[in-house]
C-alpha cells in the first residue's frame, strides 16, 4: 500500500517569495492534516480536513498560509509572503474517518526561508 | 485542555544498554488513544503503537515494550537490548476524540532525542 506522498521535499526561498507545497494522502482516507514541526519541536497542526471541508484551522496564520482539497483527495499548502520564522519541516499526514484511527504521515517538505 | 509532556530532551546510551523514554499525558477525557511514533533523520514520522484508554496491558514488540498506567497518566516506552538503529526522536502524542464536529486532535509530546553510541 503507498504511503502518503509529498513535494517537494526541499524548497529554499527569500523571504517575501511564496511557496506551494503538495500532499497526496493514503487511498481512502477521508482527513488529512498539514503539521508544522520547527527545529527542536514536535509536530504543530496547521489545518485538518474532513473530505473536501475544512475542520479545524485555528492555528494557520491566514495572514499568509492558505491550504485547499481539491475533490477530497489531494492537497496543497501555501505561504505568501514567506517569512523568516517559516523555516521549518511541514508535515501531511492522513487517517481513516474513524475514532482512533491512527495518523500516517508524509515524508515531509524542509522549507529554508533565507 | 490536552497536553503531553516528555519530560527528557535527550537521552545518550551505549549499545545493548536498556533505555526508557517517559511520556505523562493530561486530558480530561475518559476515551482518549495513545500514539508513539519514531522520526529518524530521514525526518518521516513512523507509527510505533496505538493504545486506547480502556486498555491497560502491556505490550511488548520484540525489544520495544510499552507501559501504560492510567493512575499516573504515564505511557513510557521501553527499548532493550539498544541497537544503533533505534538513534531517532521518539514522540508521545495523545488523540481526544470528544471534540467539536466528531474532529480528532493528535497533541504531540515536544520529543526525546535518543542517541546510541557503539
Known amino acids: 500500500e503507498a504511503g502518503v506522498a509529498q513535494s517537494p521535499r526541499y524548497k529554499i526561498i527569500e523571504k517575501r517569495q511564496s511557496v506551494a507545497f503538495w500532499c497526496n494522502p493514503i487511498?481512502?482516507?477521508?482527513?488529512l492534516y498539514w503539521y508544522q514541526q520547527i527545529l527542536g519541536q514536535g509536530p504543530k497542526l496547521l489545518i485538518q480536513f474532513q473530505n473536501n471541508g475544512v475542520v479545524d484551522d485555528s492555528q494557520l496564520p491566514k495572514d499568509r498560509f492558505s491550504a485547499e482539497r481539491l475533490k477530497g483527495v489531494d492537497s496543497t499548502l501555501k505561504i505568501q509572503p514567506a517569512k523568516l520564522e517559516d523555516s521549518a519541516v511541514y508535515l501531511c499526514?492522513?487517517?481513516?474517518?474513524?475514532?482512533?484511527?491512527?495518523?500516517?504521515f508524509g515524508p515531509g517538505t524542509r522549507l529554508t526561508v533565507l | 485542555a490536552q497536553k503531553v509532556t516528555q519530560a527528557q530532551t535527550e537521552i545518550s546510551v551505549v549499545e545493548k544498554e536498556d533505555v526508557t523514554l517517559d511520556c505523562v499525558y493530561e486530558t480530561r477525557d475518559t476515551t482518549y488513544y495513545l500514539f508513539w511514533y519514531k522520526q529518524p533523520p530521514s525526518g518521516e514520522l513512523v507509527f510505533l503503537i496505538r493504545r486506547n484508554s480502556f486498555d491497560e496491558q502491556n505490550e511488548i514488540s520484540g525489544r520495544y515494550s510499552w507501559n501504560f498506567q492510567k493512575s499516573t497518566s504515564s505511557f513510557n516506552f521501553t527499548i532493550t537490548a539498544s541497537q544503533v538503529v533505534d538513534s531517532a526522536v521518539y514522540f508521545c502524542a495523545l488523540s481526544d476524540p470528544a471534540q467539536d464536529q466528531g474532529a480528532q486532535k493528535l497533541v504531540f509530546g515536544q520529543g526525546t532525542r535518543l542517541t546510541i553510541n557503539p
Open positions: 499526514a492522513s487517517s481513516l474517518d474513524e475514532v482512533g484511527s491512527v495518523w500516517f
Open positions: 487511498s481512502g482516507h477521508a482527513t
